[in-house]
């Protein structure tokens, strides 16, 4: 089955502890991309990914890092998180950036 | 100015209703998505156009690219169609970056 799978489902953490959530595609896409999504600002993209090796930043990547060292992988890095970003996380893929997208089940996340 | 105005915020309507939800944007587009999110959280592609209308089931997706202007409908309404609707588009002008609306609630009462 296609899919995008995203883990953990839910998390609670502390301020400072590192974390990655983690995202898997199987169908072989080579855009991806990470949102957070929070009470009445909808979706915002934080950081995408068009290949192999080639990320950049969307419009909040302040206190993330993604990697994209394989076309299936695209974790989210949380090196010293802090309570603003806690929040609703949304991995999602596209074949190419013209074509439709498909998300993960969303990580909920709250630092505390 | 949001660049993707979604109306109404929130809907409640009685099943079998005939649902209408509007979708209106101030960018240069390639394309218009919807998509819907349950209230699990997951988001599922509904419909992707450039242009004219498609029909998936009850659901219909309509755009009008001069006056930039979207609509989805959904015709019978039923409880399980509650969700929220989410409008998004790929600039054009900026790589295809997609910007989303903040979304309708529907709220389809049995």
């Known amino acids: 089955e296609a899919q995008v799978t995203q883990n953990p489902r839910y998390l609670i953490t502390v301020t400072g502890k590192k974390l990655t959530v983690t995202c898997s595609q199987n169908?072989?896409?080579?855009?991806m991309s990470w949102y957070r999504q929070d009470p009445g600002l909808g979706l915002r993209q934080i950081y995408y990914s068009m290949n192999v090796e080639v990320t950049d930043k969307g419009d909040v990547p302040e206190g993330y890092k993604v990697s994209r060292k394989e076309k299936r992988n695209f974790p989210l890095i949380l090196e010293s998180p802090s309570p603003n970003q806690t929040s609703l996380y949304f991995c999602?893929?596209?074949?190419?950036?013209?074509?439709?997208?498909?998300f993960g089940q969303g990580t909920r996340l709250t630092v505390v | 100015k949001n660049e993707v105005e979604q109306s109404p915020q929130n809907l409640t309507a009685q099943e079998g209703e005939f649902i209408t939800i509007n979708c209106s944007y101030s960018?240069?587009?390639?394309?218009l998505h919807w998509l819907q999110q349950h209230p699990g959280g997951g988001i599922v592609s509904l419909f992707m156009l450039s242009s004219g209308k498609k029909k998936h089931g009850r659901l219909i997706a309509t755009i009008n690219i001069q006056e930039k202007h979207s609509s989805l409908h959904i015709t019978a309404s039923h409880p399980r169609d509650s969700a929220v609707y989410i409008c998004a588009v790929r600039d054009m002008n900026r790589d295809d970056k997609i910007i989303f609306g903040k979304g309708t609630r529907l709220h389809i009462l049995p």
């Open positions: 169908m072989n896409h080579e855009y």
């Open positions: 960018v240069g587009i390639s394309a």
């Open positions: 999602a893929s596209r074949m190419t950036v013209y074509t439709e997208a498909f």
